[in-house]
Every structure is written in structure tokens, then in C-alpha cells.
């Protein structure tokens, strides 16, 4: 079982940085994929970001050169670092925590941040 808690949403003008930081509480928080996704009024979920457990990084089109996703797992947390920042980034974003045991999945979901961008 893993808990997760997103910090550091808020409102940005236009060009402006956010990081975003998620807490996982539980065991084996390594041997997780950590993923950023977000959803904006009205769409969809969409994955943003991810980072596997060997430290690999991948990116949606729309945030790359923008967004910078990070683990440690010696404090068992993630961060997503914006920069750039655009109105259309603005949505609800959530830390997720994945992995394939056997013939199992776990995905556990933290409760979300709110980014606004806005002048």
C-alpha cells in the first residue's frame, strides 16, 4: 500500500515556475514507476510526465524542454519542476504510483494539486 500527497500547486503568471512535489508513505516506494498526470476542466486525464525506477525520464510532447520530473528515493518523493509555464498547463495535477508484481498491478493515486496560470 502506498500513500500519496502532492504539494506545491498554486497560481503563476505566464513564464513562471512551479515544482510540484509528491510524499509517498508505504513500503518499496523504489521498485514504483512514479507519473505526474493532470486534468483540466472539461478533458480528460493526460500523462504528463514519468520516471521509471531506473531513474527514466519521459515527457509528453507539449512539456518537453518545459517540465523536469525527479525521484529520491532516499526521502521517498517525487517532484515535477515547471518552468515556462503556460495558460493551457493550467489544470488539477496528480502523482501516481505504478508497478507490475507477478501477474498484479498497483496504481495508487494522490488527491491533487491545483496549478493555475494566469496573468
Known amino acids: 500500500q502506498v500513500q500519496l500527497v502532492e504539494s506545491g500547486g498554486g497560481l503563476v503568471q505566464p513564464g513562471g515556475s512551479l515544482t510540484l512535489s509528491c510524499a509517498a508513505s508505504g513500503t518499496s516506494f523504489s521498485s514504483y514507476a512514479m507519473r505526474w498526470y493532470r486534468q483540466a476542466p472539461g478533458k480528460q486525464r493526460e500523462l504528463v510526465a514519468g520516471?521509471?525506477?531506473?531513474?527514466?525520464?519521459n515527457y509528453i510532447d507539449s512539456v518537453k524542454g518545459r517540465f523536469t520530473v525527479s525521484r529520491d528515493n532516499a526521502k521517498n518523493t517525487v517532484a515535477l519542476q515547471m518552468n515556462s509555464l503556460k495558460p493551457e498547463d493550467t489544470a488539477v495535477y496528480y502523482c501516481?504510483?505504478?508497478?507490475?508484481?507477478?501477474?498484479?498491478?498497483?496504481?495508487?493515486w494522490g488527491q491533487g494539486t491545483q496549478v493555475t496560470v494566469s496573468s
Open positions: 501516481n504510483a505504478f508497478r507490475v508484481f507477478g501477474y498484479s498491478a498497483y496504481n495508487y
Open positions: 520516471i521509471t525506477s531506473g531513474d527514466m525520464a
